[in-house]
């Protein structure tokens, strides 16, 4: 089983994750309406880059956007939940050491206790989005068992990889439950409301450069509207 999940059920994960998001990005770009999305961007470039960079990092930053300033409690859980998401995975050491077993490099590493707490921010932030989703009418009424799932394909990678590496009664269950959760989370990324993974950065570019070009962004300049 071991030699499965690590072998060919790894590249095939790979390969829709990677081929996934090739394709989504694809048909986002191409999806712009002509009239709508696309007029004056060629034109105003400069305008369009300046409001896309701005829109992009300001959403990068805690507290950097209003949205993020009127819900502190919600913007820290969300930040934690998604640095840790992406870190851990990225700069534990257990997976640099496999990176560099199989394909000849790796990345820089963060300490054990580093991937713990980390680990921890993962579960410990989805338990609280879920809260959320439970207790606020406003979310509870628009999440649908989808969206629970969504948050559980995320978490479980996190929880089982913990147990295996701390060696947890049946590590070896643990271990293997561990690398299928981390393949159906790529599968799912392409495949869900996850591409926002990559998605985010497009849609918060177009509509930086909307305002930037035609939402204000070119006051003073002649631009009509």
């Not at 560099?100 to 921010?121: C, H, I, N, Q, Y």
């Not at 989703?133 to 009424?141: K, N, Q, Y």
């Amino acid at each position: 089983m071991y030699q499965l999940v690590t072998g060919p059920l790894a590249w095939l994960s790979f390969g829709v994750f990677f081929i996934g998001m090739l394709v989504r990005v694809v048909l986002y770009i191409k999806g712009l309406d002509t009239q709508l999305d696309r007029v004056t961007y060629r034109v105003n470039v400069a305008y369009g880059l300046r409001g896309a960079l701005r829109s992009v990092v300001r959403w990068l930053i805690p507290f950097g956007t209003r949205s993020w300033r009127i819900n502190p409690g919600f913007t820290l859980v969300f930040f934690l939940f998604h640095v840790c998401l992406i870190g851990a995975p990225l700069f534990v050491q257990a997976h640099s050491i496999l990176l560099k077993e199989r394909w000849g490099f790796g990345l820089p590493t963060v300490s054990d206790a580093t991937a713990d707490l980390m680990t921890a921010g993962v579960v410990v932030a989805g338990v609280l989005l879920l809260l959320r989703r439970i207790a606020l009418p406003e979310v509870r009424f628009i999440s649908t068992a989808y969206d629970y799932l969504l948050l559980a394909i995320a978490v479980a990678p996190f929880l089982t990889g913990f147990l295996a590496y701390h060696s947890a009664p049946g590590y070896r269950f643990w271990l293997i439950a561990h690398i299928l959760c981390g393949q159906i989370m790529l599968v799912a990324i392409p495949l869900t409301k996850l591409n926002h993974f990559a998605l985010f950065f497009l849609s918060r570019a177009q509509i930086g450069m909307d305002f930037g070009i035609k939402r204000g962004g070119m006051k003073g300049t002649g631009m009509p509207w």
